[in-house]
């Protein structure tokens, strides 16, 4: 099993502890990634382009002029798509962008990334953070005695103290275990999870 050191937040060792290897040191497969990012970014796409065909333009209920005897091609509106004004010809309506992944794909994937941050050595555990009150420079602090910039934390639960001390840092995260994803992960740099995180994702990751 793959092993990683748990430190407080003053960086001192307080242990070690044994990574799942399905979970966080498993094959990196870049397909994979590339196929999930894809999907949440599709997902996250409004689809609310939309323009008016001829048949949504106000107006055109008359037919220009008389059909033969004015030495122009007949029509039979003003709103036509070849007219100023008119409709538009086969242009965008509302639509969604979502596509089907299975689910054992996007658990696979979610898997891959989280073993590229370990084999990349961009992983650090914590056996906890603990806020007394929200804080910003306590979790900047922190984040500077290790050394990291561009950073995902992952908690296990709910934290409003150390969700809104990290709010305004630049290039800082925070996400729950439970909302962990391929996206956040790989646009990061830097992964740090609680130990309790960590043991919510194997839960949920493992098979």
Same mark, same amino acid.
């Given at each position: 099993?793959?092993?990683?050191?748990?430190?407080?937040?003053?960086?001192?060792?307080?242990?070690?502890?044994?990574?799942?290897?399905?979970?966080?040191?498993?094959?990196?497969?870049?397909?994979?990634?590339?196929?999930?990012?894809?999907?949440?970014?599709?997902?996250?796409?409004?689809?609310?382009?939309?323009?008016?065909?001829?048949?949504?333009?106000?107006?055109?209920?008359?037919?220009?002029?008389?059909?033969?005897?004015?030495?122009?091609?007949?029509?039979?509106?003003?709103?036509?798509?070849?007219?100023?004004?008119?409709?538009?010809?086969?242009?965008?309506?509302?639509?969604?962008?979502?596509?089907?992944?299975?689910? +054992? &794909?996007?658990? *696979? !994937?979610?898997?891959?990334?989280?073993?590229?941050?370990?084999? %990349?050595?961009?992983?650090? $555990?914590? =056996?906890?953070?603990?806020?007394?009150?929200?804080?910003?420079?306590?979790?900047?602090?922190?984040?500077?005695?290790?050394?990291?910039?561009?950073?995902?934390?992952?908690?296990?639960?709910?934290?409003? +103290? &150390?969700?809104? *001390? !990290?709010?305004?840092?630049?290039?800082?995260?925070?996400?729950? %275990?439970?909302?962990?994803? $391929?996206? =956040?992960?790989?646009?990061?740099?830097?992964?740090?999870?609680?130990?309790?995180?960590?043991?919510?994702?194997?839960?949920?990751?493992?098979?």
């Amino acid at each position: 099993m793959a092993t990683v050191t748990v430190y407080d937040l003053d960086r001192k060792q307080v242990g070690e502890r044994e990574l799942a290897d399905e979970v966080f040191n498993t094959e990196v497969k870049k397909y994979l990634l590339h196929d999930m990012v894809r999907y949440q970014l599709a997902a996250r796409r409004q689809g609310t382009a939309a323009v008016k065909s001829r048949g949504k333009v106000a107006g055109g209920g008359k037919k220009p002029f008389k059909q033969k005897g004015t030495g122009n091609a007949r029509q039979g509106t003003i709103r036509a798509p070849h007219f100023v004004g008119g409709g538009v010809a086969f242009g965008p309506q509302p639509r969604s962008y979502e596509f089907k992944l299975n689910r +054992k &794909v996007k658990k *696979s !994937a979610l898997c891959s990334a989280l073993s590229a941050r370990y084999q %990349a050595e961009k992983l650090t $555990v914590l =056996d906890a953070i603990e806020l007394s009150v929200i804080n910003t420079k306590a979790v900047a602090d922190m984040l500077k005695r290790f050394e990291l910039v561009g950073t995902l934390i992952v908690i296990d639960q709910a934290d409003p +103290k &150390v969700e809104l *001390s !990290a709010r305004n840092l630049k290039n800082v995260k925070v996400l729950r %275990a439970d909302g962990v994803n $391929v996206y =956040d992960v790989l646009r990061y740099p830097n992964l740090v999870l609680t130990s309790a995180a960590v043991s919510q994702i194997e839960g949920a990751l493992e098979k």
